[in-house]
């Protein structure tokens, strides 16, 4: 099996329908679909029932988004794992280009893609800027995620090798996931190519629940930061001590927690050579 496709699913029967259609219609056939319902009440689960198609596997879960995802990807038996969304669709040659790439630059642990937004009264617009290998992806991480989630495709054996999973993070997981990623020393490439059309609805969950999202984000952020300080305490210890006096001046609202975040990505990322940065 070459490709395991990952998406879990939560009362999506408005839009799941066009998401399962647009994955079977894949130029590229060699896969499995690993679909977790996650504890769905409407007829989600009736919808994925009513294919008839062997590279299908149900999975049924109580609602529950981090534990659905994990088990989808502790089923994966693919030599890679494709992210997909329940109202997105594919382009046709998603899984095709991806695995080329894959298979081409062997180094490569994520490959992911731009994608098109639409949706009711969106323009059809093209998502990120960055395409190509991703220079010091954790830096980048600091100033906010730039991986389009349903478009990354990940090598299995890094996943296992490395013990990464989903971890609960309000709305942010897949942020938190790929800075793990990053961590753990993972490659990025970003093809310049959309191949995810990326449906905005006010049905979704970074819609309804924004602040939340917002929050948790910032709080990886910071995560991000704090770690690349312990990881140079050694040779460096004032970061720890400056990070300190600013957190105070955050208090006295002299700072604000963007400008101190933005602080040490630049200042990080001016002295790459010199410190540490995964």
Known sequence: MKISIVMAAYNAEEYIKEAIDSVLRQSFTDFEFIIVDDGSTDTTRDIIRSYVDNRIRLIENKHNF?????????????????????????????????HAIMEEWPDITVCSSTMKLFGKDVDLKITGGESGIIKNPLLKFIGGDYISNPTGMIRTDFLRKKNIGYENYSFASD???WVEVAKAGGIFYIESQPLMYYRLSKGQASQKFQKEQQDA???????IVQYLIIKNKANYPELEDLFSQFESLVQKELLT???ILMFYQNLYSKNKDKIITN
């Open 217 to 223: 984000s910032l709080k990886i952020r910071n995560e």
């Open 66 to 98: 981090t534990d659905s995802i994990n088990k989808g990807l502790s089923h994966a038996s693919g030599k890679y794992i494709a992210f997909m969304d329940n109202d997105d669709i594919m382009h046709i040659d998603r899984l095709k280009i991806e």
């Open 257 to 259: 927690n963007e400008e």
């Open 175 to 177: 942020y938190k996931f």
